[in-house]
């Protein structure tokens, strides 16, 4: 169950610190490979920034009816000195009709070097929401992730999860939001030797959403998990400035509770900085 929830805020300095060994030359001048590592941190702190927006905070969203969604793949192979393959593969699939929104999520890793797999991940997500009103939904949250590398009794072959529940906004207007939810579900976990637990878990949750001003915004993410063998608690708070019509930042700070560990609390510090002109 300690693997349930999982919430990072990216640094734009980290990112670019250990970005640095990446930055191989792919031609003569490291051109490409440059404006590629650059793509790359422009779009986690892109991404930072919107998960901070929270879609879901006004409502029942007005998702485009019917079937939606998006994929993408990249592939890289090298021979010669080096010989190596990297797969990803990501798709994200809606299905709205009326009330009822089903979104599935689909990730796979898989890496390669000199014929020796060092990756090969697969991540799958399944949201449900009903949405009985402005006020109240139930949803249906399900997520799996494999490791078919896993080969060890500390090593996690399978993480599963699903759980039912029901969710009630308590705020709800353009400034201020704050909705919670709670239920009970079912954590399945394998590890690299084939043994296998089952058990019961309860989850709850907050997020909450407060606009000062047009320029300044605030959230608060909170998480409780707690079964028969670990608790974990885990809150995001984080501040986004507009500083200037070119100039946006968010910082964070995300504390990460696992009663399961021997030094049971994490915490982390983002600062997400985005420059446009």
């Not at 796979?108 to 009903?130: C, P, R």
């Not at 006020?135 to 080969?151: H, P």
């Amino acid at each position: 169950m300690k693997t349930l929830f999982h919430t990072a805020a990216l640094s734009a300095l980290a990112l670019l610190m250990a970005g640095t060994a990446a930055l191989a030359q792919s031609t003569l001048t490291g051109t490409t490979a440059l404006n590629d590592r650059i793509d790359a941190i422009d779009t986690a702190v892109a991404d930072d920034m919107a998960r901070a927006e929270d879609a879901s905070r006004f409502g029942n969203p007005e998702f485009k009816a019917g079937l939606s969604g998006s994929a993408s793949l990249s592939y890289n192979g090298k021979t010669g000195n080096i010989n190596s393959q990297d797969l990803a593969i990501g798709a994200r699939l809606r299905f709205a009709q009326g009330k009822f929104v089903q979104t599935i999520g689909l990730a796979l890793d898989y890496t390669e070097a000199a014929g020796v797999q060092t990756k090969k991940d697969v991540f799958g997500v399944y949201d449900a929401n009903y949405y009985l009103g402005d006020s109240f939904y139930g949803f249906v949250l399900g997520r799996v992730k494999t490791d078919g590398l896993a080969a060890t009794a500390t090593d996690t072959d399978t993480d599963a999860f699903v759980g039912v529940g029901p969710g009630y906004r308590i705020l709800n207007n353009p400034n201020t939001t704050w909705r919670v939810q709670a239920g009970v579900g079912l954590s399945y976990l394998k590890d690299g030797l084939g043994n296998t637990v089952n058990e019961i878990g309860y989850i709850a949750s907050s997020r909450f959403f407060w606009k000062f001003s047009d320029n300044v915004f605030a959230t608060n993410d909170t998480d409780f998990l707690t079964s028969s063998t670990a608790r974990r608690v885990t809150n995001d708070f984080g501040v986004n400035f507009k500083l200037t019509e070119i100039m946006s930042t968010r910082v964070s700070y995300l504390t990460d509770y696992n009663s399961s560990n021997a030094v049971r609390t994490d915490n982390k510090v983002g600062v997400s900085l985005v420059f446009g002109f």
